[in-house]
């Protein structure tokens, strides 16, 4: 009898700490999955819908350029800016490759979240490993923030590039129109 009430006593202990592990570990899956939309949300309204358009302006104006400026001799700023201008085009390239993996990254971190909140909530799969599966969770947002944050940070490199040196080219084709 006195080793059942024991062994009733332990039972009811260990279901109690796995509770409020499972709720530590449901927070953390959330806190997780908040994070990873605000960076969702964060690189979506980063992207540009008129990065197309600025690089087929800018393929027009080197076209027009290279076919009807002719000078006799090439001033610096103009070879200049002709090749950061092209450079920055060429990025837009990259870019666009770049959107394409961070949406599928970030649409395959929400699944994987919901999937772990899901095994977690209902105690599917190998508990012990939770806590682990979570790091590696943990891991891949911040993998995703640091990727944002250099996708953001080379859009707004290629903006004030074409916002710097679109006008003083297009000023220079106006001339030889």
Not at 146 to 159: C, G, L, R, V
């Amino acid at each position: 009898m006195k080793n059942l009430v024991v062994l009733a006593i332990l039972s009811v202990l260990i279901v109690g700490c796995s509770d409020f592990k499972q709720k530590a570990q449901l927070k953390a899956v959330n806190d997780l999955q908040a994070k990873a939309k605000r960076l969702n949300q964060s690189f979506k309204a980063s992207f540009p819908d008129t990065l197309s358009s600025m690089r087929q302006n800018m393929m027009h104006m080197e076209i027009f350029l290279k076919n009807h400026v002719v000078l006799d001799s090439v001033d610096r700023s103009y070879g200049s800016d002709m090749d950061e201008y092209k450079e920055t085009r060429n990025k837009i390239g990259t870019i666009n490759k770049q959107y394409v993996v961070l949406k599928k990254a970030f649409n395959e971190e929400s699944n994987q979240l919901k999937q772990l909140e899901n095994d977690i909530s209902n105690g599917f799969g190998k508990r012990q490993r939770y806590d682990d599966y979570l790091a590696s969770e943990k891991k891949n947002v911040d993998k995703l923030e640091k990727h944002t944050n250099e996708f953001i940070k080379a859009i707004n490199q290629i903006k004030d590039k074409y916002q710097l040196l679109h006008p003083r080219l297009n000023a220079l084709a106006i001339k030889f129109k």
